[in-house]
């Protein structure tokens, strides 16, 4: 070899080099590292000569670069508010700011890459201890130092580099005279939950007219296909709200026998919508991939019924596209209806519609009563009187605009200062010219007030195409994996990105909430002026293309300059030639119609996107292995393999990608095992394999995973020390949210399940515990008592003739849900009715219980299921008699009791006079 450290690999036998090895183990070390450097680089200059030696202290120097380019980054960074308030107007600006976010995406990549490098040679050292007990094998052998050298040199080299560039940035400061401002934190204040603002703010008229035409109240109705109804208007007006109020309204729910919403959006893939009309219709994915299939089966579930379709904002003119579509609804019963929202007065005509409606501007005083509703929100009536008549000159800029108005009346809730309200009423962002008139200035100034680490959280959800449903765990899980969430040891990281969310969202930033039992948001949309203003504020960073026309989509955006892509396409078997191109992706989201992969596809991918930290590959159903090319991502952070429905085993080399924390195997139904190396995964947080019913086990080193808040599902194993036995859930305390515990069957000895120490999973609120039929299960059950906050409890198939202890004491006082299923050796029922604020009860498949009576309802307290409010029984095929006895009635039971189901009980007699005449009973279903 003839580069200079190229000599330095032939001598790496010499104990020269023996002790250079020595000193890359260790350099890290406070008291090792300083002596053992000035040794090696004195031996050095004498045998290899002075140009090795500055070599080596570029190598050897790399951390203290890095300092320095993080200082230097820092340092610009405090002007990054005037730069982003500057850019919209200011093309010279937008460049630079460009360019300062291309260094920091390089500097992120080798910073990683350094931190990667470390960790790798921590964990290789103490696989070498475990397996030796002896001095010398912890020092790592003359070719693992060869690596450690080379990759040093490469970091170091990319340093020096990025340094030279980022200098250059920096003296460019000055040119631009910005004005440095300090970063702050997010504050804590009341979030949208606790605000009840109307869905639809002063459109009473509006409403009342799309009903009458909904329900036919006000039109002739056609012969020709579907009555076509549609509401036209520019962005944020409420378009989507109404039609939803429509959709959902009783009368509407009542007239039609099926409703169906599909977000039509741009482009206009018809595959995609068929497929979503006929899994709404049949209530799950179809398996067709044809559009003759799918346009069949629609008419098939649709033939001569009374249908609502609302197509939520279309844009398509392309009359053929609407002619696959309308022709394929025209079998529908007389009264059926399309009710489409659009922007546009072209896709009015296209359509045919029968009548359209036009959605105006709120009036002035609408905008202003709902701007007052929400900007004074609990502000005290003085303050009111002192902000009433600048907040109402800043309603009236908004210019009648819904959107607009609610997203600066969030803004406004929690400025109380009088300067703060004329700083927003006198901003120059009114101003806007012709250029960026479509920039909503609501939104800009409601983002200018973010701080700049939310800022970056928001501007990321540019990466999810239009009307998509976002999780907000998955969200934050990928906020995670790029570094946004800023969090210490007093707070996790989840924690932060769920406060980052509920900021953005009390600032109409997210819209259209799904909540849980708890009231929680786990799912929601961002309107599409809000997407197109993240999408202007990432233009050359987040990218959304379709692989069919990539070069189209791409404009004038360099591939590398593309930092999250999402690829999108209906090709079986897609071509990723243009992806290669985006070499520095942090991250890819796969969004195929129905897709698949050749076998080549992946490995390719893997190895040109090597900056990876978030990567999507679920619901491909054509995966049946991941290439061991997998483990060259060293940077990944986030892989979902969910719904990979042939996937049969994940390579050992997924073990080397050190910084992964969020791994989902969700529904992969063939996985049958997890490498055995897992326990090397030490930053893992998140492991979703809710679903992967074909896993025997889980591999022992998970039990070391001292950070995994996330296991859906323990796999007990009785094969051997290779897999985890019920004992290994010991030092996962961390765990929280959902788990099930599946194969106890298994456990002999009730003392290894004492192991588990489940009594201190005190952040687990969902437990599922899975005995499969089994006898002689009491004891195991004893053990497993969990702690008393659980939230809701699933047991099934616990095989006992009685009921533990912890379950017939009633200890679970904050339990909510209940579900005992296939208990079939149980010939009673526990205590249920102690349970202080249970809710929703399910018993079903109990083969043995033949009477219900008081034991049923306890006896320790005057009411019995106070707050018991959905009741089932389902498959109690010997259950003859349910009693409650006259001297129980004197007490309270089941006082909130609002439905109640009883599914093949054939043997009932019949219900008890109190439950069907004195609980406050609102559905009744039935079939015994």
């Known amino acids: 070899m003839k580069s200079t450290i190229g000599v330095v690999w032939l001598r790496l036998f010499t104990s ?47 951390e203290a670069e890095i300092q320095s380019l993080t200082d230097t980054l820092r340092s610009v960074r405090d002007v990054l508010e005037d730069a982003e308030r500057r850019q919209v107007k200011e093309k010279s600006v937008q460049g630079w700011l460009e360019r300062l976010k291309d260094m920091a995406y390089q500097m992120d990549d080798v910073v990683d890459e350094w931190s990667t490098a470390i960790l790798q040679l921590q964990i290789k050292g103490a696989e070498s201890a475990s397996m030796s007990k002896k001095v ?57 939950s606790q605000l009840d603002i109307p869905e639809v703010y002063g459109r009473d008229m509006d409403k009342n007219t799309i009903l009458g035409h909904l329900l036919g109240e006000t039109c002739q109705e056609t012969k020709s296909g579907p009555y076509i109804i549609s509401i036209v208007g520019t962005g944020g007006m409420g378009k989507t709200t109404l039609a939803q109020l429509a959709y959902n309204h009783p009368e509407v729910k009542a007239h039609f026998d099926e409703r169906i919403w599909v977000c039509v959006s741009d482009p206009f893939d018809p595959i995609r919508i068929f497929r979503e009309i006929v899994e709404i219709l049949q209530g799950e994915s179809p398996n067709l991939h044809s559009l003759e299939a799918l346009q069949q089966k629609i008419q098939t579930c649709i033939a001569g019924k009374k249908f609502l379709i609302v197509l939520d904002d279309v844009w398509t003119e392309n009359h053929q596209l609407w002619g696959q579509l309308k022709s394929t609804l025209n079998c529908g019963g007389v ?3 399309i009710l489409a929202t659009t922007r546009k007065e072209s896709v009015v005509k296209m359509v045919g519609t029968t009548y359209t409606h036009s959605l105006e501007e709120l009036s002035q005083e609408q905008a202003r009563a709902l701007f007052h509703q929400i900007a004074f929100f609990e502000k005290s009536r003085e303050k009111v009187e002192e902000l009433k008549e600048i907040g109402e000159k800043i309603a009236d800029k908004c210019k009648g605009l819904p959107l607009a108005i609610k997203t600066l009346g969030n803004l406004m ?47 990321f959800c540019a990466v999810f195409p239009k009307d998509s449903v976002i999780k907000i765990d998955e969200l934050i899980r990928l906020w995670m994996a790029q570094n946004y969430l800023n969090s210490d040891a007093s707070k996790e990281m989840e924690m932060v990105g769920r ?101 080549e596809a992946l490995p390719n991918l893997f190895q040109h996107l090597t900056c990876l930290r978030a990567l999507n590959l679920a619901r491909n159903p054509l995966i049946m292995e991941l290439p061991k090319a997998v483990g060259k991502l060293i940077h990944l952070k986030y892989l979902s393999l969910s719904d990979c429905h042939k996937l049969r085993e994940l390579p050992e080399t997924i073990c080397d990608l050190y910084n992964l924390q969020t791994l989902n195997i969700s529904r992969c139904f063939s996985l049958v095992e997890l490498p055995q190396a897992m326990g090397k995964l030490i930053n893992l ?110 047991i099934w198939g616990y095989g006992d003739i009685e009921w533990h202890d912890w379950m017939m004491r009633s200890s679970l006082t904050q339990l909510k849900n209940l579900e005992l299923s296939h208990c079939s050796g149980c010939r009673c029922l526990p205590p249920l ?65 609002s439905y109640l189901e009883i599914q093949k009980c054939p043997k009932l007699e019949g219900l008890p006079d109190h439950v069907l005449h004195w609980t406050p009973l609102q559905e009744f279903h039935h079939k015994f």
């Open 833 to 897: 009715g102690e349970l202080p604020v249970l809710e929703k009860l399910k018993i079903k498949d109990m083969e043995s219980v033949k009477h219900i009576g008081g034991e049923f309802l306890g006896s320790s307290s005057t009411i019995a299921f106070p707050n018991l409010k959905k009741l089932t029984f389902h498959n109690m095929k010997e259950w003859e008699k349910w009693e409650i006895k006259e001297e129980e009635e004197e007490r309270s039971i089941m006082p909130c009791l």
């Open 499 to 599: 406060e980052y969310f509920e900021y953005l969202a009390a600032r109409s930033f997210f819209q259209d909430f799904e909540k849980d039992g708890d009231d929680d948001i786990i799912r929601c949309k961002m309107h599409d002026i809000v997407h197109d203003f993240a999408q202007f504020l990432t233009k050359n960073e987040c990218f959304i293309m379709n692989v069919e026309n990539a070069e189209e989509g791409r404009t004038k955006t360099s591939f590398q300059k593309i930092r999250h892509a999402t690829l999108i396409g209906q090709q079986r078997y897609p071509n990723f030639v243009s992806t290669y191109k985006m070499k520095n992706l942090h991250t890819l989201l796969l969004k195929f119609t129905f897709s698949s992969t050749s076998d």
């Open 685 to 794: 947080r998140h492991l979703q394999n809710c679903g992967a019913l074909d896993l025997k086990g889980l591999p022992k080193g998970i039990a070391r995973l001292n950070s995994l808040q996330t296991l859906e599902e323990f796999v007990v194993s009785s094969d051997g020390d290779a897999e985890c036995k019920i004992g290994d859930l010991r030092n996962l305390n961390n765990l929280r949210g959902e788990l099930e515990i599946r194969g106890l069957r298994k456990v002999e000895d009730a003392r290894e399940v004492q192991k588990a120490e489940l009594k201190n999973k005190i952040h687990i609120h969902h437990l599922t515990l899975v005995f499969d039929l089994k006898d002689g299960t009491k004891g195991v059950a004893e053990a497993l008592h969990p702690h008393p906050n659980l939230k809701s409890l699933c």
């Open 413 to 459: 809730r929690l400025k109380n200062n009088k300067e703060e309200w004329e700083n927003v009423l006198n901003s120059e962002v009114w101003q806007l010219d012709e250029f960026e008139r479509d920039i909503c200035p609501a939104l800009l100034l409601s983002y200018y007030d973010l701080p700049p680490a939310i800022k970056r959280c928001f501007s």
């Open 136 to 192: 010398s094998s912890c020092i790592p052998s003359p070719c693992f130092c060869l690596k450690q050298v080379a990759s040093r040199r490469d970091i170091a080299l990319k340093v020096k580099s990025i340094k030279q560039q980022l200098d250059v940035i920096a003296s460019q400061r000055s040119q631009f005279n910005f004005i440095s401002s300090l970063s702050e934190e997010p504050q804590r204040f009341i979030t949208t």
């Open 335 to 337: 009264g059926s209806r």
């Open 16 to 62: 020269e080099i023996r002790l250079l090895a020595l000193s890359l183990a260790f350099i890290h070390h406070p008291l090792m590292a300083d002596a053992l450097l000035s040794i090696v680089l004195t031996r050095l200059a004498s045998v290899v000569g002075q140009q090795i030696r500055d070599e080596l202290t570029l190598v050897l120097g790399v």
